[in-house]
Nanobody, 115 residues
Framework: QVQLVESGGGLVQTGGSLRLSCAASRSIFSINRMGWYRQNPGKQRELVATVTSGGDTNYADSVEGRFTISRETAKNTVYLQMNSLKPEDTATYYC?????????WGQGTQVTVSS
């Protein structure tokens, strides 16, 4: 089991920045992969960025070069630094932890980018 607590969402203007945080209830080294997904009403949840326990990262094409996923292992926390935000980045962002074949999700945090 993994509990995930997200924070850091909010309202920002186009071109602005936000940093999301996701604190896990166990060592992130024991989690195969952590990541961020986002979802808008009526649409499928989509991958934003992931980082494996070994430190390998992966990004959606739409955020490559603007978003950065990172870890602070001492705090069992994963971050998503979002720069150059666009209105199309508006969504509820969810933290994900994959342990073997099980997925765990945070409660979600809203990010709204105004034009």
């Amino acid at each position: 089991q993994v509990q995930l607590v997200e924070s850091g969402g909010g309202l920002v203007q186009t071109g602005g920045s936000l940093r999301l945080s996701c604190a896990a209830s166990r060592s992130i080294f024991s989690i195969n992969r952590m990541g961020w997904y986002r979802q808008n009403p009526g649409k499928q949840r989509e991958l934003v960025a992931t980082v494996t326990s070994g430190g390998d990262t992966n990004y959606a094409d739409s955020v490559e070069g603007r978003f950065t996923i990172s870890r602070e292992t001492a705090k069992n926390t994963v971050y998503l630094q979002m720069n150059s935000l666009k209105p199309e980045d508006t969504a509820t962002y969810y933290c994900n932890a994959r342990v073997r074949w099980s997925d765990y999700w945070g409660q979600g945090t809203q990010v709204t980018v105004s034009s």
